[in-house]
């Protein structure tokens, strides 16, 4: 383990070290992140270094993802805190690009994300996937990687991504990584820095709540009646409102058809106070 991790802010640092890696044969693996890094994004480190010689880590807290009324302004910070959980990872780069970096003066490009990306969040963050592919659809250039590597904590924003590589021939392989979560069953997530202790106590009812549904659907419960009950149900734990409780097919994230036995997956959006947490659990 090194005594700092390299850090790059510009896209000619970072392609400097990129074609060396690329001309010496390396393989390379990106982690695209927002920062204020915790277990969950580590584990992705992890799993990146295992698919590719080297291991990039990106922190970019993407204006474009957001709008105008979410949390872009008081997203978690924390550099000096990730750059050493990262040193500890042991990854051989981080990609910290500013905002004008990322888009500069003249900046008009986009990328429309496709058809998974309409409802679930697409339904209650309008723009947010256009946002999130666009920027990763950079990332992937700008690091020239060969893998990425992505939560199934964001599990329709891993189908966004995956749709948009296939649809794209974007020339890496995507990969999924299984949710971290804390003991008692609560995802790891950078927004749960914004929970009072009293809602972080009733927050864990969300897992609790999408795997029991998960598990009557998959003892064949009906799925409208098993979703009014969870909905109830995290309701009277505390949560203020639901955006969405849903069970989809966990492919196309289209309507679930249980007869056919095609995967299914629940997934959702919840808010406690004025935290939104998601969440989702296969069947
Ligand atoms: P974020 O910094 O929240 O944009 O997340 C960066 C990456 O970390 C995304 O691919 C997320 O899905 C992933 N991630 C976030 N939380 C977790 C978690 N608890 N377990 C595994 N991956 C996670």
Redesign the pocket.
Known sequence: MSETVKIVRTVHDLRKITRKWRDRGHSIGL???????????I??VKLAKKKADRAVVSIFVNPTQFAANEDLSRYPRDEAGDLEKLRTADVDLVWAPSVEEMYPLGYSTGVRAGSAAKELEGEFRPGHFDGVATVCAKLFNQVTADIA??????FQ??TVLRQMVRDLNMPLKLIG?????DTDGL?????NAYLSLTERKIAPALYATISALAEDVSEGADIATGVANAKRKVIAAGFKKIDYIEVRDAETLGPATPESGRPLRVLAACWLGKTRLIDNVAV
């Open positions: 982690v695209p992140t927002m920062g204020a890094l915790h277990a969950g994004h584990s992705l590597v992505f939560g199934e904590k964001d924003q891993l990584a299984p949710t971290k979560r995802a790891l997530s950078s927004r």
